[in-house]
């Protein structure tokens, strides 16, 4: 009976040990125990040949992956031992175990095909956004044939088991030292055929059909926030489970407001009197309220006056964000015979401290060319 020793204990490595290390250790042993540096040792020549046959099998992954779980069974026939790679059935079956859930598994029927994912544009308006809204939408999409309840088969019969691929959905060809896999041709991966197909859906189990569906939109979302309905995708093939409805949402521009995630921007013009002498403006929001703004004396054009938890709520959470209006002093281009003269008489009185900035900027171009 022949002793089977360990492949990394033959390498002299750890069952962890990366490419690099495997490689390193094989050439130190190959060259330590090469029969022509060892003439006539029997032993040395034997050892040789594990340590070639140990490397052989875990510079491989996936042979690698085979030993590493079920050892040297991986690689052993059913008539008895040989080396990797002389019984291919054997670590065929290994390789299938160790990545049959992504090759299917062996033995399993096919998964139903499940109804594709169906995407629907919605606009709202940003108050629509801020309260929320239950609205119906109208989709054309596929649903399970009402003749044959999803079947596909005629009333009163029933599909059967392909006779191809013996229900598997899947056939099977050996080329070389690898098992192609594909969709059966006969049943394209049901695992079933219909010889007496439904008339109305022509075997499908679905047929097109126009539904009028709610959608909650909960406040506060925002542009391409996703709304998903649950099963109201397409139908699945002969019964299979549907897909889903995802509603892309879409906000109107708005009159007023610009929006980052829930904070709203507004831009006021406001009289140069008002930025000179202060008061108040009043801006109504997507809630409804009026929300009344001081300006102080002196303002500035682009000065940003910030009203907290005046913005838009927070999604699924609780509070809101901010609201942040920008001002902008309008000059007057439209003045009367007294507003005129009430200006100049103004003009004549300044001093250049009214106006610090004007009067920094223009001292600063009388230096430069003086």
Known sequence: MTTEVDYYELLECERGADDATLKSAYRKLAMRWHPDRNPGDDAAEARFKAINEAYDCLKDPQKRAAYDRFGHAAFRGGAGGG??????????????????????????????????????????????????????????????????????????????????????????AQQGFF??????????????????????????????????????????VDEGTR????????????????????????????AIFEREGTTLYARAPISFTTAALGGSICIPGPDGER??????????????????????PVLQGRGRGDLVVRIEVE????????????????RATETGQECPQSKGFLDTLRHMFS
């Not at 809204?133 to 109208?138: S, V």
């Not at 709304?227 to 708005?254: M, N, Q, T």
């Not at 000059?331 to 103004?346: G, H, I, N, S, Y």
């Open 179 to 220: 098992v192609v896999e594909r969709t059966c041709p006969t049943c394209h991966g049901a695992g079933q055929v219909i010889a007496d197909p439904c008339t109305n859906c022509r075997g499908e189990g679905r047929v097109d059909k126009t539904k009028t569906l709610t959608v909650n939109i909960p406040p506060g």
């Open 331 to 346: 000059t007057p281009t439209k003045l009367t015979a007294k507003q005129r003269e009430l200006l100049e008489a103004f």
């Open 227 to 254: 709304v998903r309905l649950s099963g109201e995708g397409e139908a699945g093939l002969r019964g299979a489970p549907p897909g889903d409805l995802y509603i892309f949402l879409h906000i109107k521009r708005h």
């Open 83 to 172: 080396h990797p790679g002389d019984d291919f059935g054997a670590f065929s079956d290994i390789f299938e175990n160790i990545f049959g859930e992504f090759m299917g598994g062996r033995g399993g029927r096919p998964s139903p095909r499940r109804g594709a994912d169906l995407r629907y544009d919605m606009e709202i308006t940003l108050e629509e956004a801020f309260h929320g809204k239950r609205g119906e939408i109208t989709v054309d999409v596929s649903g399970a044939c009402d003749t044959c309840q999803g079947t596909g088969a005629r009333p009163g019969t029933a599909a059967r088991g392909c006779g191809t691929c013996g229900g598997m959905g899947k056939v099977r």
């Open 291 to 312: 929300h009344e703004l001081r300006i102080a004396p002196g303002t500035q054009s682009g000065r940003e006056l910030r009203q907290r938890g005046a913005g838009m």
